[in-house]
């Protein structure tokens, strides 16, 4: 009954490589979110999708792009990883946005990202 | 743009009483959210707040003033699980996404 989860939990690789991680919700939620949280704890919005728009943080570089094959999932790739990246990336996803608040987002459990 | 403060690390002892202070400053303001984050986990929400006043939840109560930019977490009754980073966030001006304070990890002793 796990409401958002990610594979894999740790992705050890080499730089230069491409690696992918993925996201899937079964909250029957619109919209996902992926956020990356680096050595010092700090959790930074990298995008927000849903079904209409994606919504790209401008700090994130190009080598980074999410890839939606359905409204349940939001997958993560990286091309051409740098030793920079390496953090704890979580997916989230929540509820159309309503009117005057906030919408809750639920994460996932995280992916441990290290490049040797 | 947003901007959020918080204490980065506090202390405390079972049973006691602690409070985590954020002030924030926005670009509109659409209410303000907790969540809990233990040491190689995921946040989980906590708590939402959008209009003042103080909200409770068992042991866990949340205060927001708009009119300063401040909110509080209150951790009553305090046990050695309750040890963890507590995350303070707005959503963004679009509501597209949440802006994290750098959170405050608590550390609870017995």
């Known amino acids: 009954d796990t409401a958002v989860s990610q594979t894999p939990k740790y992705l050890v690789t080499q730089m230069g490589n491409d690696k992918s991680i993925k996201c899937e919700q079964n909250l029957g939620h619109d919209t996902m979110y992926w956020y990356k949280q680096d050595s010092k704890k700090f959790l930074k919005i990298m995008f927000s999708y849903n079904n209409k728009e994606l919504i790209i943080n401008e700090t994130v570089p190009n080598r980074f792009s999410p890839k939606s094959p359905d409204k349940a999932h939001l997958n993560l790739h990286i091309n051409s990883l740098e030793l920079g990246d390496s953090a704890v990336y979580f997916c989230?996803?929540?509820?159309?946005?309503?009117?005057?608040?906030?919408?809750?987002?639920?994460f996932g459990p995280g992916t441990r990202l290290t490049v040797l | 743009g947003q901007n959020i403060d918080q204490p980065t690390e506090m202390t405390a002892t079972e049973g006691a009483i602690v409070q985590i202070n954020c002030t924030y400053q926005?670009?509109?303001?659409?209410?303000l959210f907790w969540y809990q984050q233990h040491a190689g986990e995921a946040p989980t929400f906590l708590s939402y707040n959008v209009l003042d006043g103080l909200e409770e939840k068992g042991r866990f109560s949340s205060f927001l003033s708009r009119s300063k930019g401040y909110s509080y977490l209150l951790l009553k009754e305090l046990q050695m699980k309750d040890s963890a980073s507590y995350l303070c966030?707005?959503?963004?001006?679009?509501?597209?996404?949440?802006?994290f304070g750098k959170g405050t990890t608590l550390s609870v002793s017995s």
């Open positions: 926005t670009s509109g303001f659409n209410g």
């Open positions: 966030a707005v959503p963004n001006q679009a509501g597209t996404a949440l802006i």
């Open positions: 989230a996803s929540s509820q159309v946005r309503t009117s005057g608040k906030a919408d809750t987002q639920y």
